[in-house]
């Protein structure tokens, strides 16, 4: 096999297995991968423009300029694709009964040796510490935003706490979390919506509802199935739009993250005392 061969098959290698790991940590969100493979893509297609890649048998420019624009091209694509309306067909959770529709979402699982009301105290004392790659994230989105966003000073302070401080209604059951919150980013402000009917009922034109839940199911033998959603509904279709473009992009991080949360909260779960019969 050519050294050409060689490099083609590793470089093939390399972007699937990318590929995989954005799909692991966005729920198997297409879109959004194929907007970061365009990016990845149009990259390629600048170096090229620069210095083009010899050793893969690229030796004109013009070749890069083509990678780049098919690059351009296709996350452009992915990200003004239009999102489409997703409806509950049968509501089995608080969280279907407060927010049926909406447009963009991702769900992660896991199984945790302990029962089920042990997870559920783990999660209300889960902190952002258990987000390990939060600062990161916070550090790399605020140089991008240009705004000084660290997150330090919440890696102690626990997650349910801070988001209800900040607004965020609660809901759910003996076995479920569920957090409501409500921005208009036309306004960029927060309404004034106190109560979960409220919430379900608010339809202010360029606001987004965001909701995130914590499903607990004994799974038997002293194991329990945890489940979390989040779901996003932008009420018009300027602020759809947005939305669309903003969320393909963070959802990988976002994804990643939750996955941290699911983790954190097995580690305190399993490692509570297990109560006596």
Known sequence: MSFKAVAWTLLAA???T??????????????????YSGIVLALCGLANLVLPFRF????????????LAGGVALTLAALFWPASMIRVAQPRTR?????????????HSARIHARPEQVMQAIRQSTFGDM??????????????????TGDFLQDRRVLDAFSASGYLFGGSEHEIVMFGVWNVRANRRPEVRTLQEFADYREQGAVKMAYDFNVEDAGGGWSTISTETRVLA???????????????????????????????????????????
Do not use: C
């Open 14 to 16: 390399m972007a699937f």
């Open 18 to 35: 990318t590929v995989l790991l954005f799909n692991y940590w966005a729920a198997y969100q297409p879109l959004s991968t194929l907007a």
């Open 56 to 67: 893969l048998g690229v030796r004109k420019r013009a070749v890069g300029a083509l990678i």
């Open 95 to 107: 969280l279907d009964d407060i927010m049926p529709e909406y447009q963009f979402f991702e769900r």
């Open 132 to 149: 390990k790659s939060l600062v990161t994230l916070l550090k790399i989105r605020g140089a991008a935003l240009r705004i000084h966003d």
């Open 235 to 277: 009420l018009d279709d300027f602020t759809r739009r947005g939305m669309a473009r903003y969320w393909r992009l963070i959802v990988p991080g976002s994804g990643l993250l939750r996955l941290q949360w699911l983790e954190g909260i097995k580690k305190r779960a399993e490692s509570m005392p297990n109560p006596r019969p």
